[in-house]
């Protein structure tokens, strides 16, 4: 035994010997139920946030042809300039906002990577990052990791999940410099309406402050919010200059696994972003850009037909929720509802437990992206609609059976 005593005093000494900014950053509260869920048979899940859908045709043969021309190479740092011209682009067209393509326009490896190198080039020890929440679990982290302070700002279902200018003054000290955002939003699918964006502008430029803008999900976007168009935080006046823009093709593309995302800043802000790139991962994968090429010149049907199908998984599962007796918001946006699970008298991580245990259905608990989220949780509708009908069975199964044991004990 005196050798495992040894072992455990060794790796706890370890542990305490770890950089403070990672000790205190608790591990993703998303993967704790994709790992037990991958222990059991016949499990449904709504957890992960990753379409089901495979890579739009084009960019995968564009990948394959350009490994076999040998294309096996670094690319330049900041990325193709082809891709960089092509985003520029496609941003001037959808939203009518400007980038220079070899100045302002970074292609990352994913949003991940650009959240952080925004983080690490704008927020200086001690700073302070507002965030809105629920929010997306590593958006916190990133500020911690680049030794910020981070100040949650709670939103509600009463005001649809928007965060609203009124909601964040109370929370602005002079130590505050990053409004970190992400609308479309996940995990609740709720979208910003313009004006409330303006009131926030005119917030964060009275308070001389700079906007990091997760718009991975700009083109899922439904019913009113798809009428009214996808709101781009540097089109709306004054926030162009003060605004990191974070996209990708991950989500509207269902291209994950390629791992390719970009960011648009003004010159100043990239140069530094561009700085921390080079020495981090050099560049993003070649293979990954020459398909996110493809993808935008060639994809455009693709990623209607996908949004399509999303929007009618959508309304499945928010009727079938609410036909269980879970209160659910209407998600605009992203491909997450957020049903209010607190009828059943079970908290989030008790709901996500018990249904994953005696239904075999995944869901993440809600208060794993912020008190907010306490006593909902969430569910993605990437998943197949035969997956969603059969979930949605079980969940009212569920929710009944819990219901009457209530009643019963009272």
């Known amino acids: 035994m005196k050798p495992m005593t040894d072992r455990s005093a060794l790796l706890s000494s370890l542990e305490a010997r770890l950089a403070t900014r990672v000790r205190v950053v608790p591990p993703s509260g998303i993967r704790r139920f994709f790992e037990i869920a991958a222990t059991m048979e016949d499990v449904i899940s709504l957890g992960i946030g990753e379409p089901d859908f495979v890579s739009p045709p084009a960019a995968i043969e564009a990948a394959i042809a350009s490994l076999r021309a040998g294309q096996t190479g670094y690319t330049a740092n900041a990325g193709l300039m082809e891709l960089r011209e092509a985003i520029a682009e496609e941003l001037a ?18 949003v991940a990577e650009g959240i952080q190198l925004a983080m690490l080039a704008l927020v200086e020890p001690g700073d302070e990052v507002l965030i809105p929440e629920p929010c997306f679990v590593s958006y916190g982290p990133t500020a911690v990791f680049a030794g910020g302070r981070v100040v949650y700002v709670p939103t509600s279902v009463e005001n649809d999940f928007q965060v609203t200018a009124a909601d964040l003054e109370p929370y602005i000290t002079p130590r505050t410099k ?6 479309p939003n996940n995990p609740t699918g709720a979208v910003l309406r313009r004006r409330t964006m303006e009131e926030i502008g005119e917030l964060v430029v009275k308070h001389d402050l700079f906007v990091i803008s997760d718009e991975i999900y700009d083109r899922l976007i439904y019913g009113r919010a798809y009428e009214e168009g996808h709101v781009c935080v540097p089109s709306i006046p004054g926030l162009r200059e003060r605004t990191v823009l974070l996209g990708g093709f991950s989500k509207d593309y269902a291209m994950t696994g390629w791992r390719i995302g970009y960011a648009c800043a003004p010159e100043p802000i990239l140069k530094a972003m561009y700085k921390l790139h080079q020495y981090i991962v050099m560049s993003a994968p070649t293979m990954g850009q020459v398909a996110a090429l493809a993808a935008l010149r060639e994809a455009q049907d693709d990623v209607e037909r996908m949004r399509r199908a999303y929007d009618e998984r959508r309304r499945v599962i928010v009727d079938g929720l609410r036909a269980a007796g879970l209160p659910t918001f209407e998600p605009e946006g992203a491909f997450y509802c957020f049903p209010d699970v607190r009828p059943t008298g079970l908290s989030s991580e008790e709901f996500a437990q018990r249904l994953l245990q005696e239904e075999r259905v995944a ?3 809600g208060d794993a992206f912020g008190p907010s989220g306490a006593g909902y949780v969430r569910c993605s509708y990437a998943t197949s609609l035969e997956n969603i009908r059969e979930a949605v069975r079980r969940i009212q199964r569920f929710v009944a059976r819990v219901k009457e044991e209530r009643r019963v004990e009272t």
């Open 93 to 110: 067209r959808r939203y009518g906002v400007h980038y220079d393509p070899a100045r302002e326009i970074l292609v990352t490896v994913g």
């Open 178 to 183: 990053v409004l970190m955002i992400g609308y």
């Open 363 to 365: 869901v993440v608990p």
